[in-house]
């Protein structure tokens, strides 16, 4: 059992099961065989028929009790035996080994007494007699230890186990739940947090599961509190760095436009590799703002896009960087309407900006796959570009900002580690999930899946 739960779970209903189970044994088993549980003899109603027989026999003498004893059947007749005072047994039986220190002890002064005949529980009688003599009678009045043992198993033990089972199990099934739980909630909420998700937090959760966790759930909202904080403030300062950036850029491209115009050929490479620099630098800092400043930033999907129809007119836009390398796509779709709530051109964006990347890492010559899917409410688009992949380490690494993996996206690529972290934080903000995997015999695969608008009436 690989959880918590189960192993708090089997632990303690184990060690309930053990404990209840000794108290069987202490309290009813240990005690078969001892003589003196009369409540434990077999033949309760035969102990008092010999009882009475006894008194008879002290007012008749030893004739009546071996008249009585002569009518009984065998099974009785073999647990009762009796001697009189010249020590024969009164039936003319052989007296059982065992059973010699019993008679030893019955006489005037003990006049009952308790032992083990063959592991048996007996019971013997001293019965004194008109004159002077007497009658020594022992009843085996009960089977042995194991056979007690066996006989308590087939008809009380099972009814006791599964009734402390039951008990024992539920009792420790909400010991279980009641200390593994507040760990649960402090791995959904450490989950969480990883995702992104730092305004989440667990200190009204943990409100009454004792001091130690109260005091856990508080460092831990702190931690987060913190590390929220100094995101935001990360993010706030890489847009006002942007922002900054763009004035100087402003007047770099204005004076590179100001000396193209002066026509001298022999700076036009010069100019060419500051005006390319430039537009770099430009496509770096849109790509910044277009970040949300914390991960709860969202508006509304105020707009509404067919998934078909954006994907065709997008790949027909592209159709020209396509070509350049020889690439073709390949379009897969159920044709259906498939309806989508977004807002402004953020989806559009997103979708291009991944096309645009299976244009980018596809050999010359190859391919892009686009499948569109509906399942469930549910559209999925899966575009497959015919490149390298990603190593499998380093699949959900690249849609973080920034990240760029050195097989696949190099900066002589031209990527600068935004694209994809922008596209999972506008699929996120349109309710749906993105995710990386490597395609056999082909290359990396970006998967979307977006939730369809309700267009039943």
């Given at each position: 059992m690989s959880s918590l739960f189960g192993r708090i779970f089997f632990g303690a209903w184990l060690t309930a099961m053990i404990m209840v189970l000794a108290a069987v044994y202490i309290t009813h088993i240990r005690e078969f065989g001892d003589p003196?549980?009369?409540?434990?003899?077999?033949?309760p109603e035969l102990f008092r028929e010999i009882t009475h027989n006894l008194r008879m026999t002290r007012r008749h003498g030893?004739?009546?009790?071996?008249?009585?004893?002569?009518?009984q059947p065998d099974d009785v007749r073999g647990r009762i035996f009796a001697i009189d005072r010249s020590g024969a047994e009164i039936l003319a039986r052989p007296i059982p080994q065992s059973m010699a220190p019993l008679f030893t002890a019955l006489n005037y002064r003990n006049r009952e007494a308790h032992g083990l005949v063959d592991k048996k529980p007996s019971v013997g009688f001293f019965v004194p007699q008109r004159g002077t003599d007497n009658l020594r009678v022992v009843f085996i009045a009960g089977k042995s230890k194991g056979e007690l043992l066996l006989r308590f198993i087939l008809r009380s033990f099972w009814p006791i186990l599964v009734l402390a089972t039951l008990a024992s199990g539920l009792a420790c099934y909400w010991l279980a739940r009641y200390l593994s739980k507040p760990l649960d909630n402090l791995r959904t909420a450490t989950r969480r947090v990883a995702a992104g998700d730092l305004s989440y937090r667990v200190t009204p959760i943990l409100r009454g599961h004792g001091r130690e966790l109260g005091e856990l759930a508080a460092d831990f909202d702190s931690m987060t509190a913190q590390l929220q904080e100094s995101m935001g403030e990360q993010r706030r300062l890489i847009k006002d760095v942007s922002h900054e950036l763009r004035s100087p850029l402003a007047r770099l491209q204005v004076a590179l436009g100001i000396a193209r115009q002066k026509n001298i050929q022999a700076l036009d490479p010069e100019l060419d590799k500051i005006g390319k620099?430039?537009?770099?630098?430009?496509?770096?800092?849109?790509?910044?703002?277009?970040l949300p400043v914390s991960g709860s930033d969202e508006r509304p999907l105020d707009d509404v896009v067919e998934i078909n129809s954006l994907l065709h007119a997008l790949t027909d836009d592209l159709k020209d960087e396509a070509n350049s390398k020889e690439l073709r796509f390949d379009i897969r779709s159920d044709d259906l309407e498939l309806l989508v709530a977004t807002r402004g051109s953020s989806l559009t964006a997103a979708l291009e900006n991944i096309l645009r990347n299976a244009i980018k890492y596809s050999e010359r010559g190859g391919r892009v796959d686009v499948d569109i899917k509906h399942t469930d409410g549910h559209c999925s688009v899966q575009v497959t570009d015919s490149g390298n992949g990603v190593p499998e380490s380093e699949l959900q690494a690249i849609f973080r900002p920034f990240y760029r993996t050195d097989e696949a996206r190099s900066r002589e690529s031209g990527g600068f580690g935004l694209g994809l972290a922008i596209a999972q934080r506008t699929v996120a903000q349109h309710r749906g999930t993105i995710e990386a995997f490597n395609v056999p015999a082909a290359g990396l695969g970006i998967r979307i899946t977006l939730p369809l608008l309700d267009t039943s009436f």
């Open positions: 003196g549980q009369k409540d434990r003899w077999e033949g030893s004739d009546h009790f071996r008249h009585w004893l002569e009518r620099a430039a537009d770099y630098l430009e496509d770096i800092i849109a790509d910044i703002l277009s």
